[in-house]
């Protein structure tokens, strides 16, 4: 203030411009680190909503059927069709190039499905789960039968933490999860859908975007939440 002159108009003048040139250029600088942190923010949202969209159609896959046969068959198509031509020759009948529609073909199916959530789940899950989708895809490569149960409650655990939900009651029996069976119909199963669901078009994207505002820096974004879903999962 003592720098401020008032003896004459265009010393007032002055001052008035020069106090206005700094507050324009402390407001700009405002705006635009207001910008740079709500774009950061935004961009941080996308990431999680499209890690919690995945990550929560790879639990549909993996443990969307709680009877039957919960381990995954790691057979192939082409083991498949050797099985028809052994069983067709050792009956004496043409063998057939497209066997109908089986148990063995169901069950291909769920590990095809199940092998499309594991990658998912190496590439976006926590330490814990990539760890336990490292094993399982270990086993399906060496051909033997695999269960998800363990890799399903490390998701499940994670993904009501991430949502801010209660964690499950101890007191509550939850049965052993296996992979969601496909229809007899259709040519993927439910967790095919949901997962081209979630990564679909518009709707779906307009869906969690608003679970991405609720989140915030929160959630997914704050540090130590893979130990605390680990914590909750053991």
């Known amino acids: 203030m003592r720098n401020i002159d008032l003896s004459s108009w265009q010393s007032i003048l002055s001052t008035l411009l020069v106090l206005a040139l700094v507050t324009l ?21 996308r990431q999680i909503n499209e890690r919690l969209r995945t990550l929560i159609a790879a639990y549909k896959t993996l443990g969307g059927s709680f009877t039957g046969d919960l381990a995954v068959d790691p057979t192939h198509l082409r083991d498949l069709h050797a099985r028809a031509r052994e069983a067709a020759e050792a009956s004496g009948e043409v063998p057939s190039d497209s066997p109908s529609e089986t148990a063995s073909e169901r069950r291909r199916r769920i590990r095809d499905a199940v092998e499309a959530a594991l990658s998912d789940i190496i590439l976006l899950g926590t330490e814990e789960q990539v760890r336990l989708a490292e094993r399982a895809a270990n086993e399906l490569v060496a051909g033997r039968p695999v269960h998800m149960h363990e890799l399903v409650v490390s998701l499940r655990d994670f993904i009501r933490l991430a949502l801010d939900l209660d964690p499950i009651p101890a007191d509550v029996a939850i049965p052993m999860q296996g992979p969601a069976r496909p229809s007899a119909a259709g040519g993927r199963g439910r967790g095919g859908e949901g997962r081209e669901s979630g990564r679909g078009g518009g709707g779906g994207g307009g869906g969690m975007g608003g679970g ?23």
């Open 25 to 45: 250029i402390g407001v700009g600088v405002r705006v635009l680190m207001m910008m740079t942190i709500q774009q950061r923010r935004e961009r941080m949202n």
């Open 212 to 234: 991405g505002a609720a989140l915030g820096m929160g959630a997914l974004g704050r540090p130590g939440l893979a130990d605390d879903a680990a914590n909750h999962s053991s």
